[in-house]
């Protein structure tokens, strides 16, 4: 069974401030997603990476960084975190190749005050 | 615009009864994963498809490519199926995009 494991799992976080979401994975799985959930939404992605070193925009970067320093990690930074990035954060990976079946972690609930 | 349309957006089912989720899809997709969000949060794989479909216990996927669609039925719906259930679909890229979910309660 494909295992992802997101932390931390609830963070509240002040307006302004640095928030670091960490993801690690040990399929060694070359791709790594980061999404956010929110009602209405479904999942929309934030930044994706192929390996380790890259990062690729997703469909919804702006407010975001995201760092791939290894196979195994996947980080979601958010330099000065607003009250619009509350939301729910999912990590996921992937085999290399379009449309390969994905594995989520649990998900890391964000609130910014 | 969006290229993954999921429908309904919510759907109530008495216990014991079945339905059908769909999304259908603005382009060509190569494959089709079914997902559920349960209570505690977290996303469980259910069916991934690049084609034909696929049975697991009271839930089963169909995914036709030509037609742009793929459905997830439920039968027999017990309480612990309620959740919000997601299909995500990809095509020439590397990253699937999302359906906005069936909200699913399932009432005694």
């Known amino acids: 069974e494909a295992a992802v494991t997101q932390s931390p799992r609830n963070k509240v976080a002040v307006t302004g401030g640095k928030v670091t979401l960490s993801c690690n994975q040990t399929?060694?799985?070359?791709?790594m997603y980061w999404y956010r959930q929110d009602t209405g939404h479904g999942l929309r992605l934030i930044h994706y990476s192929y390996g380790a070193g890259s990062t690729e925009k997703g469909d919804i970067p702006d407010g975001y960084k995201a760092s791939r320093p290894s196979q195994e990690n996947f980080s979601l930074i958010l330099e000065l975190a607003t009250p619009s990035q509350t939301s729910v954060y999912f990590c996921?990976?992937?085999?290399?190749?379009?449309?390969?079946?994905?594995?989520f972690g649990k998900g890391t609930r964000l609130t910014v005050v | 615009g969006d290229q993954v349309e999921q429908s309904p957006s919510a759907l109530s089912l008495h216990e014991g009864t079945g339905s059908a989720l769909r999304c259908n899809f603005t382009t060509t997709m190569r494959a089709v994963q079914w997902f559920r969000k349960n209570s505690r949060g977290s996303l469980i794989n259910l069916f991934y498809l690049a084609s034909g479909t696929k049975e697991n216990g009271r839930l089963k996927s169909a995914f036709d490519s030509k037609e742009r669609y793929s459905t997830l039925h439920i039968r027999d719906a017990q309480l612990e199926d309620s959740g919000t259930y997601f299909c995500?679909?990809?095509?020439?890229?590397?990253?699937?995009?999302f359906g906005t979910g069936t909200k699913l309660q399932v009432v005694p």
């Open positions: 399929n060694n799985h070359n791709n």
């Open positions: 996921a990976s992937g085999d290399e190749g379009a449309n390969t079946e994905v594995f």
């Open positions: 995500a679909a990809g095509n020439s890229g590397t990253y699937q995009r």
